[in-house]
């Protein structure tokens, strides 16, 4: 069994900074890409930022220059870290990790991120 959760979500001014983190264990590679997605109320949901166990990333045009993606491949875990947020960020937000040798993409439960004054 996988479980991926998610944490450090929470409440923030336009114009401050958040860090998500997510860990992935069970059986599951740590070879497996990673990723974060978000959705708004009414909106469907988008990826965010993504990176491979090697380290290539890629991000959601509307975040490039303010957030940034890691992980620890040891550890089986992904952290995004969140600057300058605006209030068209606030969303709950999904980690997942996958797919896997079977193709099998696993997810969080989601935290919440709210920008507001």
């Known amino acids: 069994q996988v479980q991926v959760v998610e944490s450090g979500g929470g409440l923030v001014q336009p114009g401050g900074s958040l860090r998500l983190s997510c860990a992935a264990s069970?059986?599951?590679?740590?070879?497996?890409?990673m990723a974060w997605h978000r959705q708004a109320p009414g909106k469907q949901r988008e990826l965010v930022a993504a990176?491979?166990?090697?380290?290539?990333?890629n991000y959601a045009d509307s975040v490039k220059g303010r957030f940034t993606i890691s992980r620890d491949n040891n550890k089986n875990t992904v952290s995004l870290q969140m600057n300058s947020l605006k209030p068209e960020d606030t969303a709950v937000y999904y980690c997942?990790?996958?797919?896997?040798?079977?193709?099998?993409?696993?997810w969080g439960q989601g935290t919440q991120v709210t920008v507001s004054s």
């Open positions: 997942n990790a996958g797919p896997d040798s079977n193709y099998v993409t696993y």
């Open positions: 069970g059986l599951i590679s740590n070879s497996v890409a």
């Open positions: 990176i491979t166990n090697g380290g290539a990333t």
